[in-house]
Structure formats: C-alpha cells, structure tokens
T-cell receptor
C-alpha cells in the first residue's frame, strides 16, 4: 500500500535561514509526488509536483524539491525562509496518477525573527 | 471561475443523523476525491472517482457513501453520523493525468467543518 512519511512534526527556522522538510514515500511504480501548503484556517495550495523528468523541480514562492528514487524521498527546500512561510506543509503521493492522494501527517513550520 | 465549491461551510449534526456534503466543480475534471483532515493526522482519503459512474474506496471509507452521476458533482453522504466523524472535509478535483500528465494537479475546495455532537 502507498504511504507517505514526514518525520518532522514541527520545525522552527530563523527568518533568512535555509529550510529542508523531509518526505519519504512508499509506492510500487513511478510516483506522482506533490507538496502542498496550508495556512491556518485555509485550504491547500500546491507548491510543486513531480511525475517524471528532471529530478529537481521548482515550485512557487521560491520552493524546490528533489526526487531521489534510491532513497524514496522527495524533500522540500527553500534557501531563505520568510516569516510568511509559517504554515503546515504536506507531502503527498498520487494513488491514481494525480488524484486519490495519500498524504503525510504534515510538518508545521514556525519562523522566528 | 468558481473551481471546486463545497457546501455547507459549517454543519453541526446530532449523533445518528444523516446528511450529504456537496461538492461541485466547473472545470470538467474527470477525477474527484474526498478527504478528511484531523489534527495530527494530515488528510486522509475517503473515496474517489475517476469518472461518472465510477467510484472507489480510499483509506477511511467506513461510514461514508459516494456516487458520481455527473462529471460536475461528487456528494459525500454520512449515513448515521458519529462523533468520530467530527472533522474538516475537503473535496478535490483533477484532470485525467493519462490525457495530459503535465497538467496533473488536484484543486481543493475550501472545506466543510463538521461537528457531530
């Protein structure tokens, strides 16, 4: 069965510092992988996605993620965090291509000044 | 552009009552899905559909029914509400990835906050 693990429940980063959020997945075939962000009380916004091609994908708001098949990982990175990046971040794998998503439990990002 | 519309936004039910959460999309997407979000659990897939007349179970289907009679609508029915179904429910739609893999992305509604007392 497909599954997604986000090992870090909560991360605090200083404003301007770099960020890496970890995501490991379990999937039999080539996965469709996604990162979503959710601000408090809001819906979900897609940051980036991967299904084939270049393993380093660029997303919105300066985020990028790298797909590593050998490690079953799809970690999210940002070189310099802004206070507005404080939110909850979810990694997901598509059970049926781009739909029927299996989500990780999320990582809450706090940004300190 | 309406996108994915969920109604109602808030609902309080008594244990044992039934209700239907509505989800409609105007993007002509073939794929639709329902999720519930609980603190510390992320989003969990309830049911999904890859086209009109086709539905399948997700991770947590018990206590919920769905049907897909049209491309636009994908209602979620709670047959006999229980306090354990208190949650925020999200509906999402996405285009058929087989037709255009580059375009695959799930578009989410704003959610329905359900409380069962």
């Amino acid at each position: 069965a497909q599954s997604v693990t986000q090992p870090d429940i909560h991360i605090t980063v200083s404003e301007g510092a770099s960020l890496e959020l970890r995501c490991n997945y379990s999937y039999g075939a080539t996965p469709y992988l996604f990162w979503y962000v959710q601000s408090p009380g809001q819906g979900l916004q897609l940051l980036l996605k991967y299904f084939s091609g270049d393993t380093l994908v660029q997303g919105i708001k300066g985020f990028e993620a790298e797909f590593k098949r050998s490690q079953s990982s799809f970690n999210l990175r940002k070189p310099s965090v802004h206070w507005s990046d404080a939110a909850e971040y979810f990694c997901a794998v598509g059970r049926q291509a781009g739909t029927a998503l299996i989500f990780g439990k999320g990582t809450t990002l706090s940004v300190s000044s | 552009n309406a996108g994915v519309t969920q109604t109602p936004k808030f609902q309080v039910l008594k244990t044992g009552q039934s209700m239907t959460l509505q989800c409609a999309q105007d993007m002509n997407h073939e794929y639709m899905s329902w999720y519930r979000q609980d603190p510390g659990m992320g989003l969990r897939l309830i049911h999904y559909s890859v086209g009109a007349g086709i539905t399948d179970q997700g991770e947590v289907p018990n206590g919920y029914n769905v049907s897909r009679s049209t491309t636009e609508d994908f209602p979620l029915r709670l047959l006999s509400a229980a306090p354990s179904q208190t949650s925020v429910y999200f509906c999402a739609s996405s285009p058929n990835a087989a037709r255009n893999p580059m375009n695959t992305e799930a578009f989410f509604g704003q959610g329905t906050r359900l409380t069962v007392v």
